[in-house]
């Protein structure tokens, strides 16, 4: 896993998502942002311009261990059984 781009910037059309982290992993290309209305990250996989969910929990897992690693996230709230989201508050620059 590789980190790319800690750049903080506003997710392109969007004021609601701020960009925290691009990762590749092999030849996939993952993104964490943070919503500023509901106060939460998400972590989810670039295909094709587009957005989509991570499937496999392992890999969300490993993905967010890694971000939390190098102080991306900060390790404050627990992951949601479902493993839709991971609430993690970004760390202020």
């Known amino acids: 896993m590789k980190l790319t781009d800690t ?11 701020l960009h925290l982290a691009t990762v590749h992993h ?3 290309e993952f993104v964490a942002m943070y919503d500023t209305q509901e106060t939460c ?7 094709g311009g587009h957005l989509s969910r991570i499937e496999d929990d392992s890999l ?9 690693f190098n102080k991306v996230l900060l390790m404050d709230k627990p992951m949601v059984p479902d493993k839709d989201w991971y609430y993690r508050k970004p760390i202020k620059e």
């Not at 903080?8 to 998502?17: A, D, I, N, V």
């Not at 990250?41 to 295909?47: G, N, Q």
């Open 41 to 47: 990250t998400y972590i989810e996989e670039i295909t």
């Open 7 to 17: 750049s903080r910037y506003w997710m392109p059309g969007q004021k609601r998502f």
């Open 26 to 28: 092999s030849v996939r």
């Open 60 to 68: 969300a897992q490993e993905l967010n261990d890694f971000l939390v």
